[in-house]
Protein backbone atom coordinates (compact mmCIF):
# COMPACT_ATOMS: atom_id res chain seq x y z
CA UNK A 1 0.00 0.00 0.00
CA UNK A 2 1.56 3.35 -1.19
CA UNK A 3 1.73 6.03 1.44
CA UNK A 4 1.26 10.00 0.34
CA UNK A 5 4.31 11.69 -0.89
CA UNK A 6 3.83 15.52 -1.83
CA UNK A 7 6.27 17.50 -3.12
CA UNK A 8 7.67 20.54 -0.93
CA UNK A 9 8.42 24.05 -2.69
CA UNK A 10 10.71 24.85 -0.18
CA UNK A 11 12.99 21.64 -0.27
CA UNK A 12 12.28 21.35 -4.25
CA UNK A 13 11.55 17.47 -3.68
CA UNK A 14 8.89 15.31 -3.32
CA UNK A 15 8.48 13.99 0.57
CA UNK A 16 6.46 11.02 2.54
CA UNK A 17 3.91 13.27 4.28
CA UNK A 18 4.34 12.56 7.98
CA UNK A 19 2.00 14.56 9.54
CA UNK A 20 3.18 17.26 12.58
CA UNK A 21 0.40 15.42 15.04
CA UNK A 22 -0.24 11.31 14.37
CA UNK A 23 -4.06 11.23 12.72
CA UNK A 24 -4.75 14.97 12.03
CA UNK A 25 -3.24 17.47 9.58
CA UNK A 26 -3.78 21.48 9.80
CA UNK A 27 -3.81 22.48 6.19
CA UNK A 28 -3.74 26.81 5.34
CA UNK A 29 -4.43 28.18 2.15
CA UNK A 30 -4.36 32.01 1.09
CA UNK A 31 -7.85 32.69 -0.09
CA UNK A 32 -9.14 35.35 -2.08
CA UNK A 33 -8.50 39.45 -1.23
CA UNK A 34 -12.39 40.40 -1.65
CA UNK A 35 -12.54 43.27 -4.17
CA UNK A 36 -12.99 41.76 -7.57
CA UNK A 37 -14.74 38.42 -8.38
CA UNK A 38 -12.27 35.45 -8.71
CA UNK A 39 -10.94 34.81 -12.10
CA UNK A 40 -10.44 31.01 -12.97
CA UNK A 41 -6.97 30.93 -11.82
CA UNK A 42 -7.75 31.60 -8.87
CA UNK A 43 -10.42 29.27 -9.20
CA UNK A 44 -7.82 26.44 -10.35
CA UNK A 45 -5.47 27.27 -6.94
CA UNK A 46 -8.85 27.12 -4.45
CA UNK A 47 -9.91 23.75 -6.47
CA UNK A 48 -6.39 22.06 -5.91
CA UNK A 49 -6.40 22.50 -2.47
CA UNK A 50 -10.18 21.85 -1.96
CA UNK A 51 -8.69 18.47 -3.71
CA UNK A 52 -6.03 17.81 -1.44
CA UNK A 53 -8.03 18.45 1.73
CA UNK A 54 -10.31 15.81 0.40
CA UNK A 55 -7.45 13.14 -0.71
CA UNK A 56 -5.89 14.03 2.88
CA UNK A 57 -9.72 13.17 4.52
CA UNK A 58 -9.86 10.19 2.55
CA UNK A 59 -6.79 8.87 3.40
CA UNK A 60 -8.27 8.97 7.42
CA UNK A 61 -6.78 11.54 8.15
CA UNK A 62 -8.61 14.16 10.60
CA UNK A 63 -8.05 17.65 8.55
CA UNK A 64 -8.33 21.32 10.02
CA UNK A 65 -8.67 23.60 6.51
CA UNK A 66 -7.63 27.29 7.18
CA UNK A 67 -8.40 30.08 4.02
CA UNK A 68 -8.33 33.16 4.91
CA UNK A 69 -9.65 36.49 3.45
CA UNK A 70 -8.60 39.64 2.83
CA UNK A 71 -10.61 41.86 3.10
CA UNK A 72 -8.25 45.27 4.01
CA UNK A 73 -5.98 46.14 1.20
CA UNK A 74 -4.98 48.94 -1.07
CA UNK A 75 -6.89 47.08 -4.10
CA UNK A 76 -10.12 47.25 -1.73
CA UNK A 77 -9.46 50.96 -1.22
CA UNK A 78 -8.84 52.03 -4.49
CA UNK A 79 -11.95 49.88 -6.24
CA UNK A 80 -14.74 51.32 -2.85
CA UNK A 81 -13.67 54.79 -3.99
CA UNK A 82 -13.78 54.65 -7.42
CA UNK A 83 -17.23 52.70 -7.01
CA UNK A 84 -18.28 55.48 -4.23
CA UNK A 85 -18.97 53.15 -1.64
CA UNK A 86 -18.16 52.50 1.96
CA UNK A 87 -15.36 49.55 2.05
CA UNK A 88 -17.79 47.18 4.33
CA UNK A 89 -20.42 46.85 0.89
CA UNK A 90 -17.68 46.29 -1.43
CA UNK A 91 -16.14 43.31 0.32
CA UNK A 92 -19.61 41.46 2.20
CA UNK A 93 -20.96 41.59 -1.48
CA UNK A 94 -17.70 40.25 -2.72
CA UNK A 95 -17.16 37.73 -0.22
CA UNK A 96 -20.98 36.72 -1.11
CA UNK A 97 -20.00 36.13 -4.40
CA UNK A 98 -17.10 33.82 -3.77
CA UNK A 99 -18.86 31.70 -1.57
CA UNK A 100 -21.25 31.03 -4.55
CA UNK A 101 -18.38 30.71 -7.13
CA UNK A 102 -17.23 27.94 -4.30
CA UNK A 103 -20.04 26.15 -3.90
CA UNK A 104 -20.88 25.94 -7.58
CA UNK A 105 -17.42 24.50 -8.10
CA UNK A 106 -18.46 22.28 -5.32
CA UNK A 107 -15.87 23.14 -2.79
CA UNK A 108 -16.08 22.13 0.87
CA UNK A 109 -16.01 24.91 2.88
CA UNK A 110 -12.93 25.59 5.14
CA UNK A 111 -13.40 24.63 8.36
CA UNK A 112 -11.94 28.44 9.71
CA UNK A 113 -12.58 30.99 7.30
CA UNK A 114 -10.78 33.52 9.34
CA UNK A 115 -10.94 37.98 7.79
CA UNK A 116 -7.99 40.19 8.50
CA UNK A 117 -10.46 43.07 9.66
CA UNK A 118 -10.96 40.44 12.53
CA UNK A 119 -7.22 39.69 13.51
CA UNK A 120 -6.04 43.36 14.15
CA UNK A 121 -4.76 42.22 17.67
CA UNK A 122 -2.96 39.29 16.87
CA UNK A 123 -1.49 41.18 13.99
CA UNK A 124 -0.26 43.71 16.39
CA UNK A 125 0.59 41.16 18.90
CA UNK A 126 2.80 39.59 16.10
CA UNK A 127 4.75 42.82 15.05
CA UNK A 128 5.68 43.84 18.55
CA UNK A 129 7.11 40.20 19.13
CA UNK A 130 9.25 40.89 15.96
CA UNK A 131 10.32 44.17 17.28
CA UNK A 132 11.32 42.83 20.67
CA UNK A 133 13.75 40.70 19.01
CA UNK A 134 15.34 43.49 16.73
CA UNK A 135 13.26 42.22 13.35
CA UNK A 136 10.92 45.14 12.79
CA UNK A 137 11.49 48.87 13.00
CA UNK A 138 9.30 52.17 13.52
CA UNK A 139 10.33 54.52 10.48
CA UNK A 140 10.01 58.32 10.68
CA UNK A 141 6.61 58.22 8.57
CA UNK A 142 4.81 56.20 11.31
CA UNK A 143 5.30 53.06 9.22
CA UNK A 144 6.82 50.02 11.01
CA UNK A 145 9.02 47.51 8.75
CA UNK A 146 10.44 44.11 8.80
CA UNK A 147 14.38 44.42 8.65
CA UNK A 148 14.97 41.58 5.77
CA UNK A 149 19.00 41.59 6.53
CA UNK A 150 18.55 40.50 10.44
CA UNK A 151 16.62 37.71 9.15
CA UNK A 152 19.11 34.87 8.58
CA UNK A 153 18.42 32.47 5.76
CA UNK A 154 15.27 34.86 4.10
CA UNK A 155 15.31 33.73 0.10
CA UNK A 156 15.39 29.97 1.18
CA UNK A 157 11.71 29.02 -0.28
CA UNK A 158 11.99 31.00 -3.17
CA UNK A 159 15.61 30.51 -4.04
CA UNK A 160 16.59 34.44 -3.97
CA UNK A 161 19.96 35.60 -3.45
CA UNK A 162 19.51 38.90 -1.33
CA UNK A 163 22.31 40.67 -2.77
CA UNK A 164 20.81 40.09 -6.52
CA UNK A 165 16.90 41.27 -5.49
CA UNK A 166 15.71 44.69 -5.95
CA UNK A 167 12.96 45.89 -4.25
CA UNK A 168 10.72 46.22 -7.19
CA UNK A 169 10.02 49.78 -5.46
CA UNK A 170 10.62 53.25 -5.94
CA UNK A 171 13.46 53.54 -3.00
CA UNK A 172 12.69 57.52 -2.71
CA UNK A 173 9.07 56.92 -2.55
CA UNK A 174 10.39 54.82 1.01
CA UNK A 175 12.88 56.71 2.09
CA UNK A 176 11.64 55.89 5.73
CA UNK A 177 13.17 52.29 5.18
CA UNK A 178 16.65 51.21 6.25
CA UNK A 179 17.25 48.90 3.35
CA UNK A 180 15.13 49.08 -0.07
CA UNK A 181 14.25 45.47 0.60
CA UNK A 182 12.52 45.68 4.04
CA UNK A 183 8.78 44.95 4.02
CA UNK A 184 5.75 46.89 5.74
CA UNK A 185 4.70 45.55 8.89
CA UNK A 186 2.00 48.05 9.79
CA UNK A 187 0.61 51.07 7.58
CA UNK A 188 0.64 54.40 9.73
CA UNK A 189 -3.04 56.08 9.55
CA UNK A 190 -3.51 58.10 6.52
CA UNK A 191 -7.17 60.29 5.97
CA UNK A 192 -9.89 58.14 4.35
CA UNK A 193 -8.21 55.23 5.08
CA UNK A 194 -9.41 52.38 7.38
CA UNK A 195 -7.49 52.71 10.61
CA UNK A 196 -7.32 50.55 13.79
CA UNK A 197 -5.35 51.93 17.17
CA UNK A 198 -2.16 49.98 18.27
CA UNK A 199 1.10 50.76 20.14
CA UNK A 200 2.44 51.66 16.96
CA UNK A 201 -0.02 54.82 16.49
CA UNK A 202 -3.39 54.45 14.61
CA UNK A 203 -3.09 52.71 11.21
CA UNK A 204 -3.83 49.18 9.57
CA UNK A 205 -1.72 46.13 8.43
CA UNK A 206 0.68 45.12 5.85
CA UNK A 207 -0.69 42.25 3.91
CA UNK A 208 2.33 39.43 4.63
CA UNK A 209 1.48 39.88 8.51
CA UNK A 210 -1.82 38.65 7.83
CA UNK A 211 -1.41 35.38 6.88
CA UNK A 212 1.37 34.77 9.91
CA UNK A 213 -0.77 35.97 12.24
CA UNK A 214 -4.20 34.39 11.10
CA UNK A 215 -2.32 31.04 10.53
CA UNK A 216 -0.26 30.76 13.63
CA UNK A 217 -3.83 31.60 15.38
CA UNK A 218 -5.34 29.26 14.14
CA UNK A 219 -3.08 26.25 13.29
CA UNK A 220 -0.05 26.98 15.89
CA UNK A 221 3.30 28.45 15.25
CA UNK A 222 3.89 25.05 13.07
CA UNK A 223 1.75 23.29 10.89
CA UNK A 224 1.86 20.81 8.33
CA UNK A 225 0.65 22.65 4.81
CA UNK A 226 0.78 26.25 3.82
CA UNK A 227 -0.53 26.58 0.29
CA UNK A 228 -1.31 28.81 -2.85
CA UNK A 229 -0.69 30.02 -6.37
CA UNK A 230 3.01 29.72 -7.90
CA UNK A 231 3.09 33.49 -7.78
CA UNK A 232 2.88 34.02 -4.05
CA UNK A 233 6.28 31.84 -3.32
CA UNK A 234 7.89 35.74 -3.78
CA UNK A 235 7.28 38.22 -1.76
CA UNK A 236 4.06 36.47 0.17
CA UNK A 237 5.15 33.39 1.13
CA UNK A 238 8.91 34.26 2.15
CA UNK A 239 7.87 37.38 4.13
CA UNK A 240 5.58 35.10 5.83
CA UNK A 241 8.51 32.59 6.67
CA UNK A 242 10.96 35.64 7.93
CA UNK A 243 7.76 36.94 9.87
CA UNK A 244 6.83 33.65 11.40
CA UNK A 245 9.99 32.11 12.03
CA UNK A 246 11.49 35.22 13.25
CA UNK A 247 8.75 35.66 15.88
CA UNK A 248 8.51 31.97 17.51
CA UNK A 249 11.69 30.78 16.20
CA UNK A 250 10.63 27.62 15.12
CA UNK A 251 9.68 26.44 11.55
CA UNK A 252 6.76 27.39 10.17
CA UNK A 253 5.57 25.37 7.85
CA UNK A 254 6.69 21.46 7.10
CA UNK A 255 5.28 21.41 3.52
CA UNK A 256 5.08 23.99 1.05
CA UNK A 257 2.95 23.35 -2.23
CA UNK A 258 2.22 25.98 -5.29
CA UNK A 259 -0.65 25.42 -7.86
CA UNK A 260 0.78 26.69 -11.44
CA UNK A 261 -0.30 29.23 -13.63
CA UNK A 262 -3.70 28.34 -16.01
CA UNK A 263 -3.07 30.28 -19.00
CA UNK A 264 -5.80 31.49 -21.78
CA UNK A 265 -5.48 29.82 -24.79
CA UNK A 266 -2.04 30.75 -25.63
CA UNK A 267 -1.00 33.82 -23.39
CA UNK A 268 -0.77 33.92 -19.70
CA UNK A 269 -3.89 35.29 -17.92
CA UNK A 270 -3.41 38.73 -17.36
CA UNK A 271 -5.35 42.21 -16.72
CA UNK A 272 -2.74 43.99 -18.57
CA UNK A 273 -3.74 42.01 -21.65
CA UNK A 274 -7.38 42.46 -21.07
CA UNK A 275 -7.75 38.28 -20.99
CA UNK A 276 -9.07 37.73 -18.01
CA UNK A 277 -12.04 35.66 -17.42
CA UNK A 278 -14.19 35.71 -14.22
CA UNK A 279 -14.99 32.02 -12.34
CA UNK A 280 -18.99 33.44 -12.47
CA UNK A 281 -18.36 34.67 -16.14
CA UNK A 282 -17.63 31.12 -16.82
CA UNK A 283 -20.26 29.31 -15.12
CA UNK A 284 -22.85 31.69 -16.06
CA UNK A 285 -21.98 29.93 -19.66
CA UNK A 286 -22.18 26.65 -18.73
CA UNK A 287 -25.35 24.71 -17.94
CA UNK A 288 -26.66 25.58 -14.03
CA UNK A 289 -26.53 21.53 -13.08
CA UNK A 290 -23.36 20.49 -15.09
CA UNK A 291 -21.14 23.09 -15.01
CA UNK A 292 -19.38 23.37 -11.60
CA UNK A 293 -18.48 19.81 -11.92
CA UNK A 294 -17.60 20.63 -15.68
CA UNK A 295 -15.47 23.47 -14.73
CA UNK A 296 -13.77 22.04 -12.38
CA UNK A 297 -12.83 19.07 -14.24
CA UNK A 298 -11.24 21.11 -16.42
CA UNK A 299 -9.08 22.88 -13.46
CA UNK A 300 -7.97 19.53 -12.21
CA UNK A 301 -7.06 16.64 -14.35
CA UNK A 302 -3.39 18.59 -15.36
CA UNK A 303 -1.52 18.09 -12.62
CA UNK A 304 -1.21 20.87 -10.56
CA UNK A 305 2.39 21.79 -10.43
CA UNK A 306 1.84 22.17 -14.46
CA UNK A 307 0.41 24.94 -15.68
CA UNK A 308 -2.73 24.54 -17.89
CA UNK A 309 -4.98 26.25 -20.71
CA UNK A 310 -8.07 27.19 -20.45
CA UNK A 311 -10.30 27.19 -24.22
CA UNK A 312 -13.96 26.74 -24.66
CA UNK A 313 -12.81 23.54 -26.84
CA UNK A 314 -11.18 22.15 -23.93
CA UNK A 315 -13.96 23.32 -21.41
CA UNK A 316 -16.34 21.39 -23.62
CA UNK A 317 -13.98 18.23 -23.89
CA UNK A 318 -14.30 18.13 -19.95
CA UNK A 319 -17.89 18.46 -20.19
CA UNK A 320 -18.23 15.42 -22.62
CA UNK A 321 -15.91 13.39 -20.13
CA UNK A 322 -18.03 14.34 -17.54
CA UNK A 323 -21.09 13.14 -19.69
CA UNK A 324 -19.70 9.85 -20.35
CA UNK A 325 -18.99 9.04 -16.65
CA UNK A 326 -22.47 9.88 -15.97
CA UNK A 327 -24.00 7.77 -18.26
CA UNK A 328 -22.12 4.72 -17.01
CA UNK A 329 -23.96 5.34 -13.86
CA UNK A 330 -26.99 5.93 -15.17
CA UNK A 331 -26.52 2.99 -17.62
CA UNK A 332 -25.39 0.47 -14.59
CA UNK A 333 -26.69 2.00 -11.47
CA UNK A 334 -23.76 1.77 -8.71
CA UNK A 335 -23.95 -0.46 -5.15
CA UNK A 336 -23.82 0.76 -2.68
CA UNK A 337 -20.35 0.59 0.10
CA UNK A 338 -17.29 1.93 1.11
CA UNK A 339 -14.30 1.93 -1.80
CA UNK A 340 -12.63 -1.48 -1.82
CA UNK A 341 -9.33 -0.65 -2.27
CA UNK A 342 -8.14 -4.27 -3.09
CA UNK A 343 -9.48 -3.73 -6.47
CA UNK A 344 -6.97 -3.13 -9.02
CA UNK A 345 -8.55 -0.03 -10.27
CA UNK A 346 -8.76 1.38 -6.96
CA UNK A 347 -5.18 0.35 -5.91
CA UNK A 348 -4.02 2.51 -9.21
CA UNK A 349 -6.07 5.60 -8.08
CA UNK A 350 -4.66 5.31 -4.44
CA UNK A 351 -0.93 5.24 -5.92
CA UNK A 352 -1.88 8.05 -8.27
CA UNK A 353 -3.30 10.27 -5.44
CA UNK A 354 -0.44 9.51 -3.08
CA UNK A 355 2.07 10.83 -5.73
CA UNK A 356 2.10 14.35 -5.52
CA UNK A 357 -1.95 14.07 -6.20
CA UNK A 358 -0.91 12.84 -9.71
CA UNK A 359 -4.62 13.71 -11.12
CA UNK A 360 -3.79 13.21 -15.12
CA UNK A 361 -3.22 9.18 -13.97
CA UNK A 362 -6.43 8.87 -11.78
CA UNK A 363 -8.63 10.82 -13.98
CA UNK A 364 -7.80 7.66 -16.41
CA UNK A 365 -8.31 5.02 -14.17
CA UNK A 366 -11.78 6.84 -13.87
CA UNK A 367 -12.26 6.23 -18.07
CA UNK A 368 -11.05 3.14 -17.57
CA UNK A 369 -13.42 2.03 -15.27
CA UNK A 370 -15.91 3.55 -16.99
CA UNK A 371 -15.15 1.30 -19.85
CA UNK A 372 -15.45 -2.04 -17.43
CA UNK A 373 -18.35 -0.98 -15.85
CA UNK A 374 -20.07 -0.07 -19.33
CA UNK A 375 -18.38 -3.62 -20.74
CA UNK A 376 -19.66 -5.69 -17.29
CA UNK A 377 -22.49 -3.69 -16.57
CA UNK A 378 -21.33 -4.66 -12.70
CA UNK A 379 -22.94 -2.51 -10.19
CA UNK A 380 -20.32 -3.10 -7.89
CA UNK A 381 -17.88 -1.58 -10.39
CA UNK A 382 -20.13 1.12 -10.82
CA UNK A 383 -20.27 1.57 -7.26
CA UNK A 384 -16.31 2.11 -7.09
CA UNK A 385 -16.05 4.29 -9.42
CA UNK A 386 -18.45 6.89 -7.81
CA UNK A 387 -16.67 5.87 -4.99
CA UNK A 388 -13.55 7.20 -6.04
CA UNK A 389 -15.10 10.00 -7.46
CA UNK A 390 -16.08 10.78 -3.97
CA UNK A 391 -12.24 11.31 -2.63
CA UNK A 392 -11.87 14.17 -4.95
CA UNK A 393 -15.09 15.57 -5.51
CA UNK A 394 -17.00 14.16 -8.66
CA UNK A 395 -19.34 11.92 -9.70
CA UNK A 396 -21.96 12.29 -6.62
CA UNK A 397 -25.09 14.05 -8.40
CA UNK A 398 -27.83 11.63 -9.25
CA UNK A 399 -26.82 10.49 -13.02
CA UNK A 400 -30.59 10.84 -14.96
CA UNK A 401 -30.74 14.90 -13.35
CA UNK A 402 -27.21 15.78 -13.92
CA UNK A 403 -27.41 14.34 -17.63
CA UNK A 404 -31.00 16.01 -18.37
CA UNK A 405 -28.83 19.46 -16.69
CA UNK A 406 -30.94 22.92 -16.16
CA UNK A 407 -33.46 22.27 -19.41
CA UNK A 408 -35.78 24.47 -19.98
CA UNK A 409 -38.20 22.68 -22.95
CA UNK A 410 -40.46 20.13 -22.43
CA UNK A 411 -38.64 17.34 -23.47
CA UNK A 412 -40.71 14.74 -22.24
CA UNK A 413 -43.78 15.89 -24.60
CA UNK A 414 -41.90 16.01 -27.64
CA UNK A 415 -40.32 12.41 -27.09
CA UNK A 416 -44.22 11.72 -26.31
CA UNK A 417 -45.16 13.29 -29.93
CA UNK A 418 -42.43 12.00 -31.72
CA UNK A 419 -42.94 8.28 -30.64
CA UNK A 420 -46.90 9.12 -31.29
CA UNK A 421 -45.64 10.40 -35.27
CA UNK A 422 -43.44 7.66 -35.64
CA UNK A 423 -46.69 4.47 -34.99
CA UNK A 424 -48.74 6.97 -37.29
CA UNK A 425 -45.72 6.42 -39.52
CA UNK A 426 -45.54 10.09 -39.76
CA UNK A 427 -41.56 9.95 -39.82
CA UNK A 428 -40.92 13.29 -41.70
CA UNK A 429 -42.69 14.56 -38.14
CA UNK A 430 -40.63 12.27 -35.43
CA UNK A 431 -37.56 13.48 -37.20
CA UNK A 432 -38.28 16.87 -37.71
CA UNK A 433 -39.02 16.51 -33.62
CA UNK A 434 -35.46 15.03 -33.44
CA UNK A 435 -33.76 17.63 -35.13
CA UNK A 436 -35.24 20.22 -33.10
CA UNK A 437 -34.36 18.72 -29.83
CA UNK A 438 -30.84 18.17 -31.12
CA UNK A 439 -31.08 22.44 -32.09
CA UNK A 440 -31.70 22.32 -28.02
CA UNK A 441 -28.67 20.48 -27.40
CA UNK A 442 -30.76 17.68 -26.53
CA UNK A 443 -29.67 14.46 -27.74
CA UNK A 444 -32.06 11.12 -28.22
CA UNK A 445 -31.01 7.56 -26.89
CA UNK A 446 -33.86 4.87 -28.67
CA UNK A 447 -33.54 1.80 -26.27
CA UNK A 448 -34.96 -2.02 -26.75
CA UNK A 449 -38.82 -1.99 -25.91
CA UNK A 450 -39.50 1.42 -27.50
CA UNK A 451 -37.92 3.45 -24.80
CA UNK A 452 -36.28 6.59 -25.59
CA UNK A 453 -34.14 8.66 -23.01
CA UNK A 454 -32.46 11.46 -23.41
CA UNK A 455 -29.59 13.51 -22.05
CA UNK A 456 -27.84 17.09 -22.55
CA UNK A 457 -24.84 17.36 -25.44
Sequence with gaps: MSTLAIHNTLTRRKEPFVPLVPGRAGVYVCGPTVYDYIHVGNARTFSVFDLVVRWLRATGLEVTYVRNVTDVDDKIMDRARARGEPIEALTERTVAAFEEDCARLLLVKPDREPRATRYIGPMVELISVLESKGLAYRAANGDVYFSVRDFPGYGKLSRRNLDDLRAGERVAIEAAKHDPLDFVLWKAAKPGEPAWPSVFGDGRPGWHIECSAMSARELGATFDIHGGGWDLQFPHHENEIAQSEGASGQPFVRYWMHAAFLNMGEEKMSKSLGNVATAREVLASLDPVQGGEQLRLLLLRGHYRSEITYTRELLDDAGNALRGLYTALRETPPADGP?????????????????????????????ELRAEVNRTRSPALAGLLKGLGATIGFLQQEPDAFLKGGVTVDVAALIAERQAAKRAKDYARADAIRQELDAAGIVLEDKPGGVTEWRKK
Design 339 to 367: VDWTSPWAARFRDAMNDDFDTPVAFAVLH
